[in-house]
């Protein structure tokens, strides 16, 4: 089989290596499972088909029902404050690159106006008072069940002139970009906070004493043959390089030293 990226999105590969990615606390968790959904989300956009609108819907609808668990605005906020603050401190430092880190304190204030527009339930309120999204999100966790027997309304809509039914997809959308550039804000500046440096798992793996504070950890791998995985808490990360070892796709620990980069990211 040709070596493929295996990565938990585009944005988490680095050259042309593999990046696996595991969060050490639940608001870098739910901040990468948004970044996953709006990636999924921008990828089915484009397809006008009605297969396309169907894949594009559940993306949505996936997003929108993480939003509504969440105080995901207000975390954002916060957390956006807390970078500005940060970053502000170094405009006093003459080893800085003023131009780029001016453009990122714009930025956050750019998002961060947006985020102050947007309501704070809104996600909440679009899948309880939207009729359509409603009945949809009532059926998205059944298999098959948004099929036409089962949600007419929705059949009838997909049927409709594209232009249509791009603006009601647009219209959701919008609503969720601020969000969605804060989260994608957030873990670049996350992942930029630390170089990844070179080391080894003997026998296929390394126990390692985390840094504190330490809120994500990546590995770089350069071969597609094995794959890293990652337990970790607040002290310790233990990372455990495996491999298929036959066609059913049955999992092996490697049992050879391996070279591999990480990164413990922290703000």
Same mark, same amino acid.
């Given at each position: 089989m040709a070596p493929h990226r295996i990565s938990? #999105?585009? /944005?988490?590969?680095?050259? !042309?290596? $593999?990046? $696996?990615? @595991?969060?050490?606390?639940? /608001?870098? /968790?739910? $901040? =990468?499972?948004?970044? +996953? =959904? %709006? *990636?999924r989300l921008r990828y089915r956009r484009p397809d006008n088909s009605v297969w396309g609108r169907r894949a594009t819907m559940e993306a949505l609808l996936d997003m929108l029902n993480v939003l509504?668990? +969440?105080?995901? /605005?207000? !975390?954002? #906020?916060? !957390?956006? &404050? @807390?970078?500005?603050? #940060?970053?502000?401190?170094? %405009?006093? @430092?003459?080893?800085?690159?003023?131009?780029a880190l001016e453009k990122v304190l714009a930025d956050?204030? !750019?998002? #961060? +106006? &947006?985020?102050? *527009? %947007?309501?704070?339930? $809104? *996600?909440?309120?679009? =899948?309880r008072d939207n009729e359509l999204l409603n009945s949809l999100n009532n059926r998205h966790s059944i298999p098959g069940g948004s099929c036409s027997f089962d949600l007419p309304a929705y059949h009838h809509w997909l049927t409709q002139p594209a232009d249509r039914v791009e603006d009601d997809i647009a219209d959701w959308c919008r609503r969720i970009e601020p969000i969605e550039s804060g989260v994608g804000t957030l873990l670049r500046l996350l992942r930029a906070s630390a170089e990844a440096r070179e080391t080894r798992a003997e026998q296929g793996v390394l126990v390692y004493n985390t840094e504190l504070g330490t809120q994500m950890i990546r590995v770089f791998v350069e071969s597609a043959d094995m794959y890293p995985e990652i337990s970790a808490g607040r002290h310790r990360a233990t990372i455990r390089f495996m491999q298929y070892r036959d066609a059913p796709l049955h999992v092996t620990q490697a049992q050879t030293t391996i070279a591999f980069r990480m990164a413990c990211c922290r703000f």
């Open positions: 938990p #999105s585009d /944005r988490a590969t680095d050259d !042309e290596c $593999f990046c $696996f990615e @595991q969060p050490l606390n639940e /608001r870098i /968790r739910t $901040f =990468l499972r948004l970044e +996953h =959904l %709006t *990636a509504a668990r +969440h105080d995901i /605005r207000g !975390e954002v #906020s916060k !957390e956006l &404050a @807390q970078r500005r603050a #940060s970053l502000q401190r170094l %405009t006093d @430092q003459g080893n800085v690159n003023r131009r956050i204030d !750019e998002i #961060s +106006h &947006a985020l102050s *527009a %947007t309501p704070r339930q $809104f *996600a909440s309120y679009l =899948l």
